[in-house]
């Protein structure tokens, strides 16, 4: 049964003996995944039964800041009140250029001023934060990174992922895509610890690509993977639930998958339908207006995790086709 924050309340249960790692980086629209953290997951089984909540924001980002960082306060205030630790954003949250080049222009490090509000609004607020992608600045001019940041209740940034996978494609009935004329892409596949999981970080089109996701489960342990989005609408009606299922399925963790919604400019359009996911393929968080702004929340049942993987234990075999270096 789909969620939505309005109508339902919902309740996870915490069952790991993780420490949240400090987690080395590079630097110390409308809904976002948000996590209240002491800094430690415990095993001890009072604190393990407590109830862990996310939300996953669906949002249009246009081409200026301040619009875009009003909606996503709001939209953080929302996941509070409604007792979310943990807050995902899609892809371009903060920005999406109108024309040719706005987006290199813009980009900063992560330690400018544009990525510095969120922190502070992550602190302010005390929730974690999901922001993927972020437009960072490249190597040149000429270039940025697409990075996925992850920053803790104390406005920290924990750790990022810049996107592997890089969106060069002449969409059937639409427009011709190349993200590699102006995006460097990333190199690093990249997991961190949270007070709600093990958190595997990825970006929009890096969805089509399984085996990113088959090593954050099997070689990096992950157990929710976030796959911030801006889909374009032809793809994402044919493929976007599909995909996200799938990953789930395969990797028997949760996916979060937040999404860019409706018409930005004149040029482009998204998809939208924000979907959370659990390890069976399950739909259990999902807005009933697929390009709405707004979130939908959902528990991270790890009891639900454990028992998945224990009555289907794909990862033995996956260890050891992984250790034998046996490609896809």
Same mark, same amino acid.
């Given at each position: 049964?789909?969620?939505?924050?309005?109508?339902?309340?919902?309740?996870?249960?915490?069952?790991?003996?993780?420490?949240?790692?400090?987690?080395?980086?590079?630097?110390?629209?409308?809904?976002?995944?948000?996590?209240?953290?002491?800094?430690?997951?415990?095993?001890?089984?009072?604190?393990?039964?407590?109830?862990?909540?996310?939300?996953?924001?669906?949002?249009?980002?246009?081409?200026?800041?301040?619009?875009?960082?009003?909606?996503?306060?709001?939209?953080?205030?929302?996941?509070?009140?409604?007792?979310?630790?943990?807050?995902?954003?899609?892809?371009?949250?903060?920005?999406?250029?109108?024309?040719?080049?706005?987006?290199?222009?813009?980009?900063?490090?992560?330690?400018?001023?544009?990525?510095?509000?969120?922190?502070?609004?992550?602190?302010?607020?005390?929730?974690?934060?999901?922001?993927?992608?972020?437009?960072?600045?490249?190597?040149? =001019?000429?270039?940025?990174?697409?990075?996925? #940041?992850?920053?803790? +209740?104390?406005?920290? /940034?924990? !750790?990022?992922?810049? %996107? $592997?996978?890089?969106?060069?494609?002449?969409?059937?009935?639409?427009?011709?895509?190349?993200?590699?004329?102006?995006?460097?892409?990333?190199?690093?596949?990249?997991?961190?610890?949270?007070?709600?999981?093990?958190?595997?970080?990825?970006?929009?089109?890096?969805?089509?690509?399984?085996?990113?996701?088959?090593?954050?489960?099997?070689?990096?342990?992950?157990?929710?993977?976030?796959?911030?989005?801006?889909?374009?609408?032809?793809?994402?009606?044919?493929?976007?639930?599909?995909?996200?299922?799938?990953?789930?399925?395969?990797?028997?963790?949760?996916?979060?998958?937040?999404?860019?919604?409706?018409?930005?400019?004149?040029?482009?359009?998204?998809?939208?339908?924000?979907?959370?996911?659990?390890?069976?393929?399950?739909?259990?968080?999902?807005?009933? =207006?697929?390009?709405?702004?707004?979130?939908? #929340?959902?528990?991270? +049942?790890?009891?639900? /995790?454990? !028992?998945?993987?224990? %009555? $289907?234990?794909?990862?033995?075999?996956?260890?050891?086709?992984?250790?034998?270096?046996?490609?896809?």
């Amino acid at each position: 049964m789909p969620f939505c924050l309005y109508n339902c309340r919902f309740y996870v249960h915490l069952k790991s003996n993780r420490t949240l790692l400090l987690c080395p980086t590079r630097h110390v629209r409308s809904r976002s995944l948000t996590v209240q953290s002491s800094g430690i997951i415990s095993s001890d089984p009072a604190m393990a039964s407590n109830p862990v909540r996310v939300a996953a924001v669906q949002m249009t980002s246009i081409n200026e800041l301040a619009a875009n960082f009003a909606t996503c306060s709001r939209l953080v205030k929302e996941a509070v009140a409604a007792g979310a630790k943990l807050v995902c954003f899609p892809e371009s949250f903060s920005f999406i250029a109108a024309k040719d080049g706005e987006s290199v222009k813009l980009a900063e490090p992560l330690d400018g001023p544009i990525m510095q509000r969120y922190c502070l609004l992550a602190r302010e607020s005390g929730i974690w934060l999901s922001l993927g992608g972020f437009q960072e600045k490249g190597s040149d =001019d000429a270039h940025l990174r697409n990075t996925h #940041v992850i920053i803790d +209740d104390s406005g920290n /940034i924990r !750790s990022s992922y810049s %996107k $592997i996978h890089l969106f060069d494609v002449d969409v059937p009935g639409g427009r011709v895509y190349k993200e590699s004329s102006f995006t460097e892409p990333g190199k690093d596949i990249v997991a961190v610890d949270s007070p709600v999981g093990r958190l595997g970080l990825s970006v929009c089109y890096d969805l089509r690509f399984p085996r990113l996701y088959q090593q954050l489960r099997f070689q990096h342990e992950a157990q929710i993977l976030l796959v911030p989005s801006a889909f374009t609408t032809i793809t994402g009606q044919a493929h976007w639930e599909i995909l996200l299922r799938a990953r789930a399925i395969e990797t028997q963790c949760y996916v979060i998958a937040a999404a860019q919604a409706g018409k930005h400019n004149e040029k482009r359009e998204s998809y939208g339908d924000t979907l959370i996911i659990d390890p069976w393929g399950t739909v259990v968080g999902r807005l009933p =207006d697929r390009i709405s702004t707004g979130i939908t #929340v959902a528990d991270i +049942d790890f009891s639900l /995790i454990d !028992s998945v993987r224990a %009555k $289907i234990p794909i990862a033995k075999v996956n260890s050891t086709l992984f250790n034998s270096r046996i490609r896809d």
